[in-house]
């Protein structure tokens, strides 16, 4: 096996990797800071610096109206893909936190995109299965609690349109995904991209971009 022309990000090479991405705008970079400041234990859970301008290009490229976000914290993630939409499209944001998605609303109202996105506060699975069970969906975020992402994929999968998108953070999970002894969060990514390589359903590419991402589109 070939490992290619892999580069080891340092710290000075991650600099001029987002120096040369488009850069946070100023009510992204307001809730980053914030969230570091408030939540300073949980702020780490906060999707990485490259993944807003990421995920906004993807919504872009796919054109999606109609995203669904499990895992929306303090809104880095929803924030940026709303942003991304056309005006009319419409962002559902799963979380079981009121504390924490608070801060979520305040940014999304401060970038005037509070009216695209409908915030459920409950299990993301109950969220999920409520949802209209023909492929709407155009574009999923998948980031909240890891044991559970295989059920959240079968939710998904068949709710997606064909050629719609559904996007995986941590799919590497800080390496753990190596460790046979693995428990908890990383087991439960280890199982689910095991599930998702093996579904037919779905063409998926795992990508070493920060803690891992997994793009996955349906046939
Ligand atoms: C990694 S954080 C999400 C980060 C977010 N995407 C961002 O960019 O800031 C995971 C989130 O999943 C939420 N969560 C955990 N278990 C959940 C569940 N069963 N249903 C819905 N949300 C859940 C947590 O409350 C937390 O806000």
Redesign the pocket.
């Known amino acids: 096996m070939t490992k290619g022309n892999s580069t080891k990000i340092t710290d000075e090479l991650y600099q001029y990797m987002l120096a040369h991405n488009p850069p946070l705008d100023e009510v992204q970079r307001g809730l980053v800071a914030t969230?570091y400041e408030v939540f300073p234990d949980a702020a780490g859970?906060?999707?990485a610096e490259e993944?807003g301008p990421l995920l906004a290009f993807l919504v872009r490229l796919t054109g999606a109206r109609h995203i669904v976000?499990?895992?929306?914290?303090?809104?880095?993630?929803?924030l940026s893909m709303a942003q991304a939409m056309p005006a009319d499209g419409r962002l559902i944001a799963?979380?079981?936190?009121e504390e924490?998605?608070a801060y979520a609303r305040e940014a999304w109202a401060k970038a005037g995109v509070a009216d695209r996105i409908d915030l459920r506060i409950?299990?993301?699975?109950e969220?999920l299965r409520a949802m209209p069970a023909e492929p709407h969906i155009d574009m999923a975020?998948m980031?909240?609690?890891k044991q559970?992402q295989i059920a959240y994929w079968e939710e998904l999968v068949p709710r997606l349109r064909p050629g719609g998108l559904l996007v995986t953070?941590?799919t590497l999970y800080h390496g753990q995904v190596l460790d046979p002894a693995a428990t908890g969060g990383a087991a439960g990514v280890q199982a689910y991209n095991d599930h998702v390589v093996a579904d037919p359903r779905m063409e998926s590419v795992l990508l070493a971009i920060s803690d891992g991402i997994t793009l996955s589109r349906k046939r």
């Open positions: 969230t859970m906060q999707s993944q976000e499990i895992g929306t914290f303090t809104g880095f993630s929803s799963c979380d079981v936190s924490w998605t409950a299990p993301a699975l969220t975020y980031d909240a609690d559970s953070d941590n």
